[in-house]
């Protein structure tokens, strides 16, 4: 299993900035292998989508709406992730949620909500 706790989502207005940060942990958390950790988002009424995504050689992949506005991060040890989200839009509001896959699975955190006001 993999357990994933969330941090940072909250509430800001046009133009300004959050860090979502996510942790790792349990008995399929691997380090020796290929594993991608990252963050999609739903907004209500909508698909779940992806906003990017990091492996294990700290390789990111982004969605077209946060390349250039969000950076995505993994530490050394790869079991963090963080996204350092600037320039927020309104359309960024979304309930925010981190995963974690690797070749036993694919696991999903609680979610944080992020709110953007005009």
Same mark, same amino acid.
């Given at each position: ?6 941090? &940072?989502?909250?509430?800001?207005? =046009?133009? &300004?900035?959050? $860090? ?17 950790? &990252? ?8 698909? $779940? ?19 250039? $506005?969000? =950076? ?38 609680? &979610? ?7």
């Amino acid at each position: 299993q993999v357990q994933l706790v969330e941090s &940072g989502g909250g509430s800001v207005q =046009t133009g &300004g900035s959050l $860090r979502l940060s996510c942790v790792a942990s349990g008995n399929n958390v691997l380090t020796n292998t290929w594993s991608t950790m &990252g963050w999609y988002r739903q907004a209500p009424g909508e698909q $779940r989508e992806l906003v990017a995504v990091v492996d294990n050689k700290q390789t990111a992949n982004y969605a077209d709406s946060a390349r250039g $506005r969000f =950076t995505i991060s993994r530490d050394n040890s790869l079991t963090t992730v963080n996204l350092q989200m600037n320039s927020l839009e309104p359309e960024d509001t979304a309930v925010y949620y981190c995963t974690y896959q690797s070749y036993a699975g694919v696991w999903w955190g609680q &979610g944080t909500q992020v709110t953007v006001s005009s």
